[in-house]
């Protein structure tokens, strides 16, 4: 059975306690990505996996991470071709095939690592990749896949392309889309609003959805 992994980010704009705590039981695993170790004792929590170079990890951190007694350690030479999170992935698809994502400590900071975790969360096609913060839920979705949301009425929505040749459908929205063509990274599905059950469906392409709280 497919289960659902938590990835605790190394942004250094952290989620409350209480949303880590939150998304902690709702989780079957936890992997910190380097200072998202910190974020989780922080919240009195820690992980299963840590993936990372140890270079923005705390002092403190960094002693769990050398002991390595309360949880797996996988630890990388900074000087490497790819990104913690690169490796936090590829780390879950190694121990969990099939592993719903769940990220968080993932969208604040540098604007250039921001847009590097849309990307590696987008090429993460293995199953549904949701992003949570404080202030928003958003989802990856690609081709063919569909999120319904419900309870949300008077909520903003927005959705970008972030792939090429994207078309996007909308329902119980104030303003709809069918079959319609997304530019890539354009406005075109910035700041709707939910109006009722809504169902948002990408036929080709890839899209970042997100639903303000």
Known sequence: MACKVLVVCGSPVVASADLLRQLARECDH?????R????LLGAGLCCDVY??????VSDTGRALVDTAEAFE???????????DLALALDSVRRRWPGAEVVATCATGGRPDMALSVLGLLASYADAPVW???DEVTARILHQDET????????????IIAI???TVVSERGLEWELDHSALGLLADTGISNVVRSTAT???HTGTSVAYLYK
Not at 30 to 34: H, I, Y
Not at 51 to 56: F, L, S
């Open 200 to 202: 948002i469906q990408v």
């Open 163 to 165: 792939a090429p040749e």
């Open 30 to 34: 936890v992997v910190a990505v380097d």
């Open 51 to 56: 993936v990372g170079d140890a270079d923005t």
């Open 73 to 83: 350690v996988e630890r990388h030479d900074p000087y490497k071709d790819y990104t």
């Open 36 to 39: 998202g170790l910190d974020a």
């Open 147 to 158: 999120w319904t949301i419900e309870g949300a009425e008077g909520k903003t929505f927005s």
């Open 131 to 133: 992003i949570e913060e």
